[in-house]
Nanobody, 114 residues
Framework: VEFVESGGGLVQAGESLRLSCVVS????????LAWFRRGVGEERDMVAN???????YYIDSVKGRFTASRDNAKKTIYLQMNSLKPEDTDLYFC?????????WGQGTQVTVTP
């Protein structure tokens, strides 16, 4: 299993970013996938997840600002991040959900300045 995240960057508050994650070794048509961020503790925190048929769930702090989507044919999931806030600054990852693979990708850094 492999996850390759991209799309992060340095932006000002209020701006947008679109993260992408190319997935291999997973049957996209049946697997829920999620975006995580490193957070404060040892475990990564789930930010948003998307089922194989496109249903989404978001944590309260990003609801209305972030949108998860996927293209199973391209084996890619996306996270559109709008109205970014400094507190969104973190290293973002994708992985299977609710049981993530032990093989995490490198993540993509999102930095939001005030």
């Amino acid at each position: 299993v492999e996850f390759v995240e991209s799309g992060g960057g340095l932006v000002q508050a209020g701006e947008s970013l679109r993260l992408s994650c190319v997935v291999s070794g997973i049957i996209m048509e049946i697997q829920t996938l999620a975006w995580f961020r490193r957070g404060v503790g040892e475990e990564r925190d789930m930010v948003a997840n998307i089922t194989a048929d496109g249903r989404t769930y978001y944590i309260d702090s990003v609801k209305g600002r972030f949108t998860a989507s996927r293209d199973n044919a391209k084996k890619t999931i996306y996270l559109q991040m709008n109205s970014l806030k400094p507190e969104d600054t973190d290293l973002y990852f994708c992985n299977a959900y609710p049981w993530p693979s032990a093989d995490w990708g490198q993540g993509t850094q999102v930095t939001v300045t005030p």
